[in-house]
């Protein structure tokens, strides 16, 4: 961002990177897979690299809303600074953050999620799906809480998913009744509280009924966490966990 | 004498109503010692929901059953009303089936609230069997037992006994009118139609005039009595729902779930530390007020939206039934939150009225008292509990606020979040990894 503001151009869009896409292994790979769709869709992006910052929801959805009214404030002075309009996001807690709780305090963006912002390049045709890869596969999709209930962005996915000639098929909990895959809430920082199982072990046993060849996902949170129930089940073998950028960028050989 | 029975009438009802207006005023009392909340914008949209959610039922029938058995108890706690409108008049003025000259419209009205009282009847015996024989799951966890319990049937008991009364009332009516009896008989012919209770007649045909009189009478007594007793019984119950659902739809959260409020208590503060001209030295003024507090400990912190959640919630359990805490067996109950919020108030509302009109500090507080900090900690603040509300209650609210009184008032997080904190505070993600380090996912293969 800051070398495309220096040479005095406006970049289309800011991508917001976000930690997990930033630090996370798995989800780099979710970041990288979203440029090469950009990339050929000749959207004119930039990001903000080592000026972004933590958006501040784990540590608002812990109590600490200094901490994270401090994250903000800084956010948007670094974003107003290079006059940022539209922003789109592949973390559904950056997405929710930013749209929802960065205007109260001087914020004021045009917010996508990325599965929002991916539908729209595919209604306009900058994107268009040839070839399926994923052909008859049995695709089912986990509702990220911060994208469905939280937004209500049930759709975007979902049409995303259709595109690929695959099988889409819904878990018993889904949309406004999907189940959490136990990270919000700052829940992915630290240890469950005692109980019979960990949430993200009940949501993939919800995934495994819907006998799957791919759980997709729309949050980084979500896809470790279904990530680790797979494994625990043993099913790594037999069944991918992808985010929905993946699906695409694969399906057009990218 | 002649007039006795229309004056005990008029003290019944005067009593009934006066001793539930002390109450109401009692609650909105106790909802006004939250802090104040705008809810003041978009009162249109208000309403709507209000007409969509509380009086059309929308949210109730995402569970078919449930849903379908509650409208026909809720339409026929309404539409028997007006019946309760006649007989009211009818025990003040000593008049009897005042209505009837509406003739055919008063014989429709009459069996209508007759078949109603029947599907009631069914819908609550089903209910009592969904409670009690069936054991559904989420009537049955720890926060239920007890007094929660016996509320929920006592309130079946009651519906069923009010039907039952009423229909005994109008079968005796109905053989009464059939034996020409004076004051009942109606030379227009006979007054109302009784497609159930006409079943129920044939029970008291060998009764003479006196006996079915004494029968009419009763029933018609203990009926209105009946009702005034549970209007009362409702400030002590959870069944206050039939009224508060109304207001708690109309004041329910508007905005994007996902929005959770900025304190602005808060906002100041952090203004004033990215404040260049701030003075960093400056000693804090005298007459300063003292600064808010952050966050919620205790009943008087949470705003009086959230306590009219409290005192609106019906312990339904469709939030705990669909919170993923509670379906992995960790101890958060989001009707827990409601019902401990609620008790609490109550509580300080009780204190309030032993010490003369003011609370008198009693060593508790709804943290740790009432609500555990392992519930408030197991929460992933995925909005399920206030997705299921049938009536707008939003629990994940008062979580977050008593996070925040841990957190800020109390550094009393769980260590794995303060380091998680700590990250963000020293390197702006919330892992220990360094923010120069940002962009090298660019430069990975």
């Known amino acids: 961002m800051a070398e495309l503001f220096a040479k005095g151009e406006q970049p289309e869009v800011l991508f917001w990177v976000g930690c997990a896409g930033s630090f996370d292994d798995r989800a780099k790979k979710i970041t990288k897979a979203f440029i090469r769709l950009l990339n050929k869709a000749e959207v004119s992006f930039a990001v903000l690299g080592t000026e972004e910052s933590c958006t501040g929801d784990p540590a608002k959805r812990a109590g600490n809303e200094f901490l994270f009214q401090m994250q903000a404030v800084t956010n948007i002075e670094v974003m107003n600074a290079y006059e940022v309009k539209k922003v789109v996001t592949a973390c559904p807690h950056c997405f929710n953050t930013i749209k929802n709780e960065y205007p109260g305090l001087g914020g004021n963006y045009e917010v996508l999620h990325h599965t929002q912002f991916l539908k729209q390049l595919f209604e306009s045709g900058k994107l268009g799906l040839q070839g399926g890869t994923f052909k008859g596969k049995r695709i089912t999709y986990h509702d990220p809480c911060y994208l469905g209930r939280a937004n209500a962005v049930y759709e975007a996915p979902r049409e995303l998913i259709k595109k690929l000639d695959a099988e889409l098929v819904e878990m018993k909990n889904c949309r406004k009744k999907g189940l959490c895959c136990g990270a919000g809430g700052a829940q992915m920082f630290k240890e469950p509280e005692n109980g019979d199982k960990d949430v993200n072990i009940e949501r993939t046993e919800q995934a495994m009924e819907t006998k799957p060849d791919i759980i997709a996902a729309a949050c980084p949170f979500c896809n470790t966490m279904m990530t680790d129930g797979v494994k625990n089940k043993e099913k790594e073998a037999s069944v991918a966990v992808m985010d929905i950028a993946e699906l695409i960028a694969q399906a057009e050989e990218l | ?411 009393a997080a769980p260590t794995d979040l303060n380091n998680m904190m700590g990250n963000i505070e020293n390197n702006g993600a919330p892992w220990p990894f360094n923010q120069m380090d940002r962009l090298n996912w660019a430069n990975e293969s």
């Not at chain 2, 106790?30 to 009086?55: F, P, T």
């Open chain 2, 1 to 411: 004498m002649e007039y006795f029975p229309n004056i005990l009438f008029a003290l019944l009802l005067i009593a009934g109503i006066g001793y539930f207006a002390r109450n109401v005023k009692k609650l909105a009392r106790n909802i006004k010692l939250g802090k104040e909340a705008d809810v003041s914008d978009n009162s249109s949209q208000r309403w709507k929901n209000m007409a969509m959610i509380a009086l059309g039922q929308s949210k109730m029938v995402v569970r078919p059953i449930a849903g379908l058995l509650h409208i026909i108890v809720y339409v026929g706690f309404v539409i028997i009303n007006i019946e309760v409108l006649e007989i009211i008049l009818d025990g003040l003025l000593g008049t009897h089936r005042l209505f009837a000259f509406l003739g055919p419209v008063y014989n429709v009205l009459i069996g209508s609230f007759e078949i109603l009282a029947f599907l009631v009847v069914v819908a609550v015996i089903i209910f009592w069997i969904r409670r009690n024989v069936i054991r559904l799951q989420r009537f049955l966890k720890p926060e239920m037992k007890g007094w929660p319990k016996k509320d929920g049937n006592l309130i079946l008991y009651i519906e069923l006994v009010l039907m039952f009364l009423f229909l005994t009332m109008n079968a005796a009516d109905y053989q009464l009118q059939l034996k020409g009896a004076a004051h009942y008989a109606s030379e227009a012919g006979i007054m109302g139609s009784f497609p159930i209770s006409g079943f129920i007649a044939p029970l008291f045909e060998n009764l003479s005039i006196s006996s079915l009189i004494l029968v009419e009478r009763t029933a018609w007594w203990l009926h209105i009595v009946g009702i005034l007793l549970f209007l009362n019984y409702l400030y002590y119950s959870k069944h206050l729902h039939i009224l508060l659902a109304f207001p708690n739809t109309y004041y329910g959260n508007l905005k994007p779930k996902g929005q959770f409020k900025n304190l602005q208590s808060v906002t100041n503060e952090v203004k004033l530390m990215m404040d260049p001209e701030a003075d960093p030295f400056a000693a804090p003024d005298e007459d300063a007020p003292e600064p808010e507090k952050f966050g919620a400990s205790d009943v008087a912190d949470l705003s009086w939206v959230q306590l009219l959640n409290a005192y609106t919630c019906t312990e339904c359990g469709r939030c705990t039934s669909e919170c993923p805490a509670n379906q992995t067996g960790k101890k958060l109950s989001p009707r827990k939150i409601m019902m401990d919020t609620r008790d609490r108030l109550e509580a300080v509302g009780k204190n309030i009225d032993a010490n003369k009109g003011s609370f008198v500090d009693d060593g508790k507080q709804l943290l740790d008292d009432y609500i555990t900090r392992e519930e408030l900690w197991a929460c992933t603040s995925c909005n399920a509990c206030v997705e299921a509300c049938p009536v707008s209650i939003d629990p994940l609210s008062i979580i977050m606020d008593m996070r925040q009184y841990l957190v800020m008032e109390q550094s």
